[in-house]
């Protein structure tokens, strides 16, 4: 994967890093396989030089360069002056990261879902006199997960709108802003709270799975930071 060699400085230019990388290989002659950067079908490149590519049916040149037998950047002439593509670091690749957050978005919001269920649940049968076990009613930590959960649910929905919004309209600045601010609060405060809910997991004794749940919403919050 490459992306464009931008500074780091807030989730939403990170956001846009992950989601623009481009992913390059070669076709069935060896010749360079790029996508279309401003849409389309890919281009033929006709090698003229070592690492320098023309357009078959036009006057576009693609250029790279290697360092240590890898293509580590490249661009094409008609956007080189403000458009170079670097090879995206191992902790920005896209191509496991996006599957990785997909993975933790589907197991956050399982965990959010699970909360009001399961205190719904809980009071249904307390209402008929049943005795809730301490294994199930001594985690408090279930409450204040499941809030950081939703908050984290409602983000996550809010980015994915401003996108969209983004594509087609354009966005206000405050809204960028207060998704900024909400994001920060509720993805240190998920992985506080997924912590301790794992800790409180271990001490009141709860089965494997129970465990391994709290070992996967810690991991999820990680991946939420990174």
Known sequence: KYALPRTRTSIFVDINNLLSQVKIG???????????????????????????????????????????????????????????????????????????????????????????????????WRARGAVISPQANALGSDRLFGLFAWLVVGVTGGWALLLAMLESEGAADWSIWLLEIAGTISFFGLLAAASWKLTRTWQAGRGWFAKLWGVLLVGAACVFLW
């Open 26 to 124: 070669l076709d069935r002659q060896g010749r360079p396989l790029v996508p279309e950067l401003f849409g389309g079908p890919p281009r033929t490149w006709i090698e003229i030089a070592p690492f320098l590519w023309q357009d078959a049916f036009g006057h576009a040149r693609l250029g790279a360069v290697l360092e240590n037998g890898r293509v580590a950047r490249w661009s094409v002439n008609e956007v080189s002056p403000f458009m170079v593509y670097d090879r995206a670091p191992w902790h920005r690749d896209a191509g496991w990261l996006v599957p990785t957050s997909l993975a933790a978005i589907i197991i956050v919001l399982i965990a959010a879902l699970a909360w009001p269920i399961g205190a719904v649940t809980q009071r249904y």
